[in-house]
């Protein structure tokens, strides 16, 4: 697997790096369409055809430093994988590092965010996402990728957006105050500012490329009609950098087809995040 980016040896160098992104291909509790797996694989050899500089903020990101990790591959138990995504990124958050975790599947955000409350006390975790992965156990784990925001609703506070699929046991527990259903979002301005009032100072960003519209992203296990635009996602991911702390993030879910617009999509969406993210500091 290559570095993120393909960058020059002198930007993956881990005694400066600022950045570390950690694949994490787990499929191990998918339910539909398998091919999570290859997605952290696909999204580091698109990358290797970005541009660099960023033209809306006018800056180039790579120049902080990104040190791709090897990946984690433990994958005895969605439990044991979790516990070693939560150890590297730990190790990363000690070496002054800001994580990126490419899944895999959804589950993979737990050992992340476990990581993160650890590292910073009072974060709030932003999901983006077709669903709400409220279930307390499905298919025989409380680690399936359906459960995932119910075990990191243990570690933080949850903002959701996107949302438009769920089990009605699911919606019991939902705070109406911290869900943004992606129909009411369809045509409507301001909302990205509402979402951000809702979270804390610091935050961690869990993405599932699901909650895009497949128009635009079909290569995931569990494709939802009607989903978030890109320059939607995008304005939402700006404000929450100007007015937040973003402390990590993961970009989940992608599951590669023979069409390769939409790994190309989610290498630059981790770009821009990235530029988001640094465009005020001086590499």
Known sequence: MSGFGDLPEAYRDPDRARITVVPVPYDGTSTWLKGADRGPEAIMEASSHLELYDLETSSEPYRHGILTDEPVTEASSPEGMVRAVEERVTAHYRAGRFPVVLGGEHSVTVGAVRAAAARYKGICVLQ???HADLREEYEGSRFNHACVMA?????APIVQVGIRSMDAAEKKGLDPRRVFFAQQLAGRRGWEREVVRRLGPRVYLTVDLDALDPAIMPS???PEPGGLGWYQV??????LCRERELVGFDVVELAPSANRAPDFLAAKLVYKLLAYRFQRETP
């Open 128 to 130: 983006l996402d077709a």
């Open 151 to 155: 075990r990191v609703r243990e570690l």
């Open 220 to 222: 995931t296990g569990t």
């Open 234 to 239: 995008l304005a939402l991911a700006a404000r």
